[in-house]
């Protein structure tokens, strides 16, 4: 199983909006809802951020949010905060039961 | 508050073996999926492993399988990884996390594993 297709990196200043692509094929993006996105810090443990596409876990903040059209899902941070400079990584369901990731997107905050 | 401790991880020898734990506390163990998840020095996510809440089916990504053993111990709240016929390329943080990774939360901080001669 080939890893989901992501930009190595993402910038954006203060409040801007950016946006992160995560494209798979129809045997895993484009044929389920169970796209996930996942924020990770320097040294630290992956966060769940968006789970089923679209859905916000409990405490995650609403400037994240996530779609999906096609074989390809999205992640957007909105008014973007130095907080968020991580690296992010898309994760999809499979049709062989199993889960692959992306290959993982670095966001700088300029 | 739910939390997730790994252990287990250390030097290892190539084709050697070496058994992961996770112990679970703040949620009822015997309901919800766990997996294990890897990543390699300065490398992306690796999806490793995944076990049903009652323990009985497992999954395995091809890069493990027939080598490693994902099981549970319900009695122990607690997950384990048995890792069999290790590689240089399988040197990386093991993370457990609860659930599939449809919506895996929360992580544990992560066990090292090297595999090295």
């Known amino acids: 199983q080939s890893a989901l297709t992501q930009p190595a990196s993402v910038s954006g200043s203060p409040g801007q909006s950016i946006a992160i692509s995560c494209t798979g094929t129809?045997?895993?993006?484009?044929?389920?809802?169970?796209v996930s996105w996942y924020q990770q810090h320097p040294g630290k443990a992956p966060k769940l951020m968006i789970y089923?596409?679209?859905n916000r876990p409990s405490g995650v903040s609403n400037r994240f949010s996530g779609s999906k059209s096609g074989n390809t899902a999205s992640l957007t941070i909105s008014g973007l905060q130095a907080e968020d400079e991580a690296d992010y990584y898309c994760?999809?369901?499979?049709?062989?039961?199993?889960?692959?990731f992306g290959t993982g997107t670095k966001v700088t905050v300029l | 508050e739910v939390h997730l401790l790994e252990s287990g991880g250390g030097l290892v020898q190539p084709g050697g073996s070496l058994r992961l734990s996770c112990a679970a506390s703040?949620?009822?163990?015997?309901?919800?999926?766990m997996s294990w998840v890897r990543q390699a020095p300065g490398k992306g996510l690796e999806w490793v492993s995944a076990?049903?809440?009652?323990?009985?089916?497992?999954f395995y990504a091809d890069s493990v399988k027939g080598r490693f053993t994902i099981s549970r111990d319900s009695s122990k709240n607690t997950l384990y990884l048995q890792m069999n016929s290790l590689r240089a390329e399988d040197t990386a943080v093991y993370y457990c996390?609860?659930?599939?990774?449809?919506?895996?939360?929360?992580w544990g901080q992560g066990t090292l594993v090297i595999v090295s001669s």
């Open positions: 994760s999809s369901y499979t049709s062989s039961s199993t889960y692959v």
């Open positions: 996390t609860r659930g599939y990774l449809r919506d895996a939360n929360p």
């Open positions: 089923d596409v679209s």
């Open positions: 129809s045997s895993d993006v484009g044929s389920y809802e169970y």
């Open positions: 703040g949620f009822t163990f015997t309901s919800y999926a």
């Open positions: 076990v049903t809440a009652n323990g009985v089916s497992t």
